[in-house]
Nanobody
Framework: QVQLVESGGGLVQAGESLRLSCTAS????????MGWFRQAPGKEREFVAA??????YDENSVNGRFTISRDNAKNTVYLQMNSLKPEDTAVYYC????????????????WGQGTQVTVSS
């Protein structure tokens, strides 16, 4: 059974940091690209970053504040979020994709349930 379980969300003040984790099971983690998306209330799901075994894709405007990484030994992908802003408030989702095309779209094979990040001003 495939599972993606996010953790690390919470309520923080502007300027603070959070590290999100997503632990995977039920598939060969090292062979999948992993992505982070977010969805704010009333908005569409937005690509944040993705990581394969050789590259990182983070074309989003949060470049420079957010860093994606992965630990294949732990079947875990991380999203380090620094200098958080109120506009970063959203539910953050991790996702897994077997192919490497269109990583910045929502065309992923597996999704987690999401973790809430709330940034107060």
């Amino acid at each position: 059974q495939v599972q993606l379980v996010e953790s690390g969300g919470g309520l923080v003040q502007a300027g603070e940091s959070l590290r999100l984790s997503c632990t995977a099971s039920g598939f060969l983690f090292s062979k999948y690209a992993m992505g982070w998306f977010r969805q704010a209330p009333g908005k569409e799901r937005e690509f944040v970053a993705a990581i394969t075994w050789t590259a990182i894709y983070d074309e989003n405007s949060v470049n420079g504040r957010f860093t994606i990484s992965r630990d294949n030994a732990k079947n875990t992908v991380y999203l380090q979020m620094n200098s958080l802003k109120p506009e970063d408030t959203a539910v953050y989702y991790c996702a897994a994709k077997r192919t490497l095309q269109r990583l910045n779209t929502a065309e992923y094979d597996f999704w987690g349930q999401g973790t809430q990040v709330t940034v107060s001003s």
